[in-house]
């Protein structure tokens, strides 16, 4: 059994563990055979003091160094998808194709490109000068941030190679990431890639950095060290909200993505028009990943009736025929049971029949479609919006557009919600008045399509209230914003110009650059 | 006397008080006989649902309404100076003229206008739009907003007047004032005033509310219920803290100024060539209104020789010169004594030998200027940075560059810190080692000035590093920056043209409003 080593401060080395443990495989649900540490203190502590001198020493990195790292990290990938991908799935269980190697791989080296760029154009800092007061500001990196990435998405939310990843490293930061404990393999062959592609470029030797694991206690006591300069991190609510808690309380920023069921409504025009259509979508963005996608379609609300019922039987022949995909975890099939059985307790029914595939040994439940009445959902919003992590589903049968509006007055913060009209028209004035309640309870609303795919886009907000994460005005997806997260705003007053960063000097330093100068964005010079 | 009303909803009745209480005047030291209600949460609780309201109902107020209600509101305070002066200097002691009537009120009406503009613009929207993927995204107001207001700005940062109020309206999001309870009539004056201007304009009732005090159990219940949106707080330290626990634990965002001691270093090139200058700026800097300022320089580092020597002789007789001003609450007195004696307790010396200068009762200390060893301060560096709001300040004598640096390396994080050089290059070598560990620590780095000076930019930050602020990201004064405080992030994906709000469709509705398009910043149409 290999005991696998931490990356700190340029150093692969045995870990100050304080214990080891073996990831399981999914596929099988047997223990893999490599061992990882969890880190004691001692580890966090190193940690932090090198990613504190690496991030002064990052400041003065040029741009163009930043850039060419994230570029060649990028290409390295890319050259080492084979194994990625082996990795991957052996860890996670998720399709090899297309899902890793086809869908993932890309959209990860294509968010570290769109880093590369961030950092290069630096627009991200968002220059702003007042000539005639001689103030001048902009965002600098915030310091060392520690990234902890989530179980479904090991490559493009990684915590060495992720979005949070490369947002820091854009902002100059370097990251210390903490590998989820259930794909610390692959974050380990991204964490080398990575630091190899650092060292070749000549950035400081903790720009990047991993440990596996550490006690609870050590991690409230990282996202809380002074050194750091904040945290991304996207997973579970109670250990996201157990983290925001000790980082909040030290002032450290956190930024967290978090759990979300993600509203769908289908208004009764689309219902009509195109009824078996929105199932086969509904049902595709349901059991893809088994379900284990962020924005999945956790509650759907259809209206009650004919047209309702025959949906609800399309979705459950869909929920029936889909593949039962292979969860994440081998926790995830007793969570979604016990969720069906409270859900089942107060009123709803499960109206599919599906069953879990076959009984290899791998990790999966049987896909899983209820329903419930509006009324009840309104009677116990806070039980029936339970997340339910993998490939089940809720639909809400609504008795009536201002039923839906009751309904969705009950939900928390979400990450997205959407409706469903009909193209003719008839459907305006009932989004009209639904479209406000929801527009305030989510970060990204959508019409007439699912909300799983997440576009990395300067226009895409992956974030949303509380608590489907920590602050309304911030997205996990995204360039420049989400490099914004990891900066910190930093003014010039009466600086004499050649103290000032080069970016905030009269001369423009590159033509992509965008300033606010006097009210105007520009590239121009002073 | 008097038992004034709170403003809830669009009335001013009486508050369901838990208790009544009675302003001192600092001019006299004696009690004033108007007499304000602390409210129960019953008050907090019919303000946070009518400011909810409000908020939705403002979420389709046309941006030109919002700008007229901020231009109008500035307009009545200029035609109500004399009562607003008048007040002010019965509650709080500043100074009639210039600071009052000459200052101050341009200060807050300029910044009503400027949130005006930002209001009509609509640039704060940071309107983003990738028209391959139909994806729009901007900043939307983000719920009622409390304001907590200072006791040393009764206009430029009042509840119901200064930044924060002016940030929270231009946002379109309705304010909950709670006036600090040391002006409670000014704020009263001003609510008044707003209210009015509200009303005239159609605006919702519940757009300006006004509380004077609660208990602290409400107050913390009311920036983390679920119908706020955001809490702007500018104030002492522990009450912000203790706020901004409860808000953070509820997922509500909490905008804090806090304390800061603005250090300042003096190089010695600076000190050679203009020393006797300075001094009388570090002179000016501190004892303007009495001190009382949060970005008073209340540590300033000053090589140890005779050089330096000459420079405390010199800040000590302007100390002992200037006017004894008078302090705002009745505590402040008490409070500087007991930081000067820790301070002399652990090796600092009163250089100066100022005194009090009536005994008419007012609130007022001395003008005290303290010195310490750099050593000795490196050694206690907590206790040596204690915050000292009034007309106090300690002198750091610096051994080398190097000793500076270290002495930098031990504050907390500030609103500001500021650096002389001489003009003909000697301290450049000095500067550049010693920027980097003082910029890290402050929000806004200033050379050659002192810090006192808050310009309304849209380049400036008055912010900064924890504990100075809640977050190193955002400024509470300057627009359209401190406007984003009051927004969240809202995308719109594939949602039909029709439907998106006015500042995301294809043709911009203004010729002042820039949005970032594919990239690229400007203020054509689609």
Known sequence: MTQHKVLINGSWRAADAERYFEPFSPNTGTTLTDSYPASSWADCDEALSAGREAFVQMQTTPRATIAKFLNDYADAIEA??????????????????????????????????????????????TPTIDSANNIRSMLQGIGPVAVFGPNNFPYAFGSASGGDFAAAIAAGNP??????????????????????????????????????ATSRESGYKLVSDHRLGATGFT??????????????????????????????????GALAERGEAIAGEFTG???????????????????????????????????????????????????????????????????????????????????????????????NGELFQTEMFGNASLIIRSASNEQTIAIISQLEGNLTGCIYSDTAGSDDEAYDAIEPALREKVGRLINDKMPTGVAVSAAMNHGGPFPSSGHPGFTAVGFPAAAKRFGALKCFDNVRENRLPEVLRDNNPSDNLWRLVDGQWTTANL
């Open 80 to 125: 080492n998808a084979g194994s990625l991908v082996e990795m991957a799935h052996l860890e996670t269980g998720l399709p090899t194709n297309p899902r890793l190697a086809d869908v993932e791989i890309p959209r990860t080296c294509g968010q570290l490109r769109q880093a590369a760029m961030a950092a290069q154009d630096a627009s991200w800092t």
């Open 175 to 212: 990251v210390i990431a903490k590998a989820n404990s259930s794909h610390p393999g692959t974050t380990r062959l991204f964490a080398e890639l990575a630091h190899n592609a650092a060292k070749a470029n000549g950035l400081p030797a903790a720009t990047v950095q991993l440990i596996y």
């Open 235 to 268: 997973g579970s609510r109670p250990a996201g909200l157990a983290l925001k808690e000790a980082a909040d309380k030290a002032g450290i920023p956190i930024y967290l993505e978090l759990s979300s069921v993600n509203p769908v409504v289908v208004l009764p």
């Open 285 to 379: 963005s349901c059991t893809m990943a088994a379900g284990q996608l962020c924005t999945k379609p956790g509650l759907i609300v259809v209206p009650q009736g004919a047209a309702g019922d025959q949906f609800v039987s399309l979705a459950a022949a869909g929920f029936d025929n889909a593949p039962v995909g292979t969860l994440l975890s081998r926790y995830a099939s007793g969570q979604i049971d016990d969720t069906v059985a409270k859900l089942t307790a107060n009123g709803a029914v499960v109206v599919n029949s599906g069953s879990a595939a076959d009984d290899s040994g791998r990790f999966c439940h049987a896909t899983t479609l209820l329903s419930v009445d509006g009324q009840n959902f309104i009677d």
